[in-house]
């Protein structure tokens, strides 16, 4: 036997980012939500001038063996512009190096601390992703496995950001891709159109609504 089609399919995805060749599904407003984290203190704003960063590779990407250079690549990028540094990831994952040069938190909720970045650098996990744009932040992606490279395809695709293929990054390819998503507004400008689109779609309670519909209206055989 088939399956049955679904009966209701959500759609988290702004339109303007989703594939072109998705089908329209039910859209419901994306909440970013890191798990049960709260920031202790607002960041004080960043020196005049000084662009501010944060870097995470997630969970999974961080605890790969090429996760230390990766990261030192991309912390030598921002330092080299100047930037403001504030590296998200568990402690001991992070080259000791890198903890005695920048902030290092173990985990921060990327959907609280993006809004007082001017850019997100990660691995193009949907969560990072989605709560930068959230937040309105331009993005520089280095992905590699499951829907990372889709994320990231779809971000430079739409202008929010650039990519940095894991065979480029360096601190010369980190530090190109910053470069330009930092000093073209066009960049920010995209990232703030997608956060737009996402505060205009249904808040969950709509969707689910329409489950509890649905629900109501199944007829369980006895």
């Known amino acids: 036997m088939g399956e049955k089609p679904s009966a209701l399919v959500l759609d988290p995805c702004p339109p303007t980012l989703q594939r072109p060749d998705a089908r329209p599904e039910f859209p419901v407003r994306y909440v970013p939500f890191?798990?049960?984290a709260l920031l202790s203190r607002r960041p004080a704003a960043s020196a005049p001038g000084?662009?501010?960063?944060?870097?995470t590779l997630g969970t999974i990407?961080?605890?790969?063996p090429d996760a230390g250079a990766l990261l030192r690549s991309?912390?030598?990028a921002a330092e080299r512009l100047g930037a403001e540094v504030v590296v998200a990831s568990d402690r001991r994952t992070v080259p000791e190096d890198l903890t005695r040069r920048v902030p290092v938190a173990r985990w921060l909720p990327i959907g609280l601390v993006a809004g007082e970045c001017d850019l997100v650098i990660h691995h193009g996990g949907s969560g990072t992703m989605m709560s930068a744009l959230a937040c309105g932040?331009?993005?520089v992606l280095s992905?590699?496995?499951?829907?990372?490279?889709d994320n990231a395809e779809r971000i430079e695709a739409v202008g929010a950001g650039r990519v940095v293929e894991r065979s480029y990054a360096t601190c010369a390819g980190f530090e190109q891709a910053m470069r330009e998503v930092l000093t073209d507004p066009a960049?920010?400008?995209s990232a703030e159109s997608l956060q737009a689109e996402i505060f205009q779609a249904p808040p969950p309670v709509v969707a689910a609504q329409a489950i509890a519909e649905i629900?109501?209206?199944?007829?369980?055989s006895p």
């Open 61 to 64: 990407v961080s605890a790969d």
């Open 187 to 189: 960049f920010r400008l």
């Open 215 to 220: 629900a109501r209206n199944v007829h369980v």
């Open 143 to 149: 992905p590699a496995f499951l829907d990372q490279c």
């Open 74 to 76: 991309a912390v030598d």
């Open 50 to 55: 000084r662009p501010r960063v944060v870097i």
């Open 34 to 36: 890191n798990g049960p």
């Open 137 to 139: 932040r331009p993005q």
